[in-house]
């Protein structure tokens, strides 16, 4: 299967079974949809309700991941495990020399910015030390990390797993105990990984983890179950759900015939709203990496690191439903770290060293305190409510098959791309973990225990989403002033806090906290709609009137543009590559 055509959204089931209003009914995914003030599919709030979320917690999710030591450095085992999926043996490329090949004449280009150099780790590294050392709990690491890190906020104590787990824990083999690496110093960006390689791990996370039908599930890892639909639901309201799914297929299977594409899939009544989330958290954290890796991105022309437009538009502008699930990705992430305000409580991150901390601590409950509680982001409350008929629950099939993508990172050939693969696989593991483990705030559940990793997996994956939909915003700012023929008003580069600096941070989302927790998110008044689509409107019109304005000038430099390649075509020289193409109009340009 074609990487293309096996990544289509499967977006053939928008059921709404959500008692929460503020949930709306999902329409198929268009342009249309990335309209700020459009919810988010699947989720509860708005896309400008999220990147204003966003703009007010970012510089502290920032700090919280980077200047901390609990939270910026991770342990893991990066070398020792082995792609248990696939082999040079059986003709598919699995290794490194064979993965990170792609750019070009790369014996041509300085060492510097060669794929294998871009993709290796830097910094100090720490082995992880044996049960002993770690009683002793005096630098355990042995200063391996410098004399400066807080030694007893990084080291993870050794404990028991979880059956509850949603990742293959790190420390499963009693051999291969991992390494600690610094997170700062390795951040995610452009390692020059592309090709066979890295399309066959893509290609198998899709594919491998993809829902069958319950008579073909032999692909997965995970043995689906036919399921009973809406048990959960009052008769009405699964009637509802039932004849809301009918209309919608109905309508997907009349544009499936308007597109002359086959009908494949649609009769698919298991194709609902878990497995549809479980596409959109894989396809928003691959939006994700790209985004990062576009805005991180070296020019081997002149050695300099920096935003790549082009890039931009190629992955991520020209697929809005790509962006889509990464502001869903952001969703699901920032309600499961609401979710952890009173489970840090009684947390201890670093054991003999208060002072740091209950800075840790005070950070990540104010940061989960700032965050609207109850489910007006994401309403988990939704999803796993049916269970199979033979016992085996959805939700157990959705875990397992979350765990095979975690073992899938263990294909990926080049050392930054799989601590970060690692990292965020574990992050969103961690976030269903709480979400769906943790029961309601309340309810007396008793709670699995986090394990470090997965803690700082969780906030690393929150810093990397919320960084990324940063970098869109620059890049959709790129776009504005490439249309316009403007300068780009570039914002500050990232926050490097200092203590004194993030205790302030602390004082300014305190006063956020304020004001959000007596907030929700505002239903729109009539005026607010009305002015709304008035600006809207008026924006079009301004957008024609320049538009006109500009055409003369435009046809111009086609006509020349035109001209150019003409007369390359007399002199029977190469013709230079088209400057302009027809596109419609975008509704964000508005
Ligand atoms: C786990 C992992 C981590 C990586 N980390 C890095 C990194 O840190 N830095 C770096 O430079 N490279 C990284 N890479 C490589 C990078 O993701 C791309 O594979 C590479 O840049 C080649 O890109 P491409 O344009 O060929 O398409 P790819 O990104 O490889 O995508 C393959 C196909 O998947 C589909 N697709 C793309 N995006 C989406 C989406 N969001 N949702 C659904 N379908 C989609 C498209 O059909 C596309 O043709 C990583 C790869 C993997 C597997």
Known sequence: ???????????????STSPNPACTPKRPLTAFQLEPKAKVSDACASYADLDS?????????????NNTDFFSYYRLNLYDKQCPFWNDENGLCGNIACAVTT??????????????????LEGPKAQHPGRKQQRERQRPLLDQLGAGVGESCVVEYDDECDDRDYCVPEDETASGKGDYVSLAENPERFTGYSGEGAHQVWEAIYRENC??????????????????????????????????????KAHDRQEAIKSGSPDEGLDDEEECLEKRVFYRVISGMHASISTHLCHDYLNQTTGEWGPN???????????PERISNLYFNYALVLRAVGKLRDYVQDYTFCTGDSEQDQI??????????????????????VMFTDHTADGISLKEDFRNRFRNVSRIMDCVGCDKCRLWGKIQTNGFGTALKVLFEFGNDDAGVEKPLLRRTELVALINTLDKISAAMKALERFRNMMIAERDGTEVVDEASLPQASPAEMAASLDELDDFVDTASNATIAEQSLTDVFWEEFGLVFRAWVYVLKSWVGAPKKLTSIALSE????????LGKPMRPRSWEFKGPDFREL
């Open 309 to 319: 437009l082009e890039c931009y538009k190629e992955r991520l502008h020209e697929h």
């Open 360 to 381: 840790t601590k005070d950070m990540i409950k104010k940061l989960a305190g700032a965050i609207p509680a109850g489910p007006q982001i994401f309403d988990e409350s």
């Open 211 to 248: 829902f069958s039908r319950p008579a073909t599930s032999g692909s997965g890892v995970g043995v689906p179950g036919s399921s009973a639909p809406f048990p959960a639901l009052s008769q009405n309201q699964a009637q509802a759900a039932m004849d809301f799914k009918q209309v919608m």
């Open 563 to 570: 001209l150019t390649r003409l007369w390359d075509y007399w």
């Open 1 to 15: 299967v074609s990487p293309a055509s096996s990544h289509t959204s499967p977006d053939v089931c928008a059921v």
């Open 103 to 120: 750019l070009e004449n790369e014996t041509q280009i300085p060492q510097i910015w060669r794929a294998e150099k871009l993709s290796r």
């Open 53 to 65: 979320l966003n703009t007010k917690l970012y510089p502290y999710i920032r700090n919280l991941a």
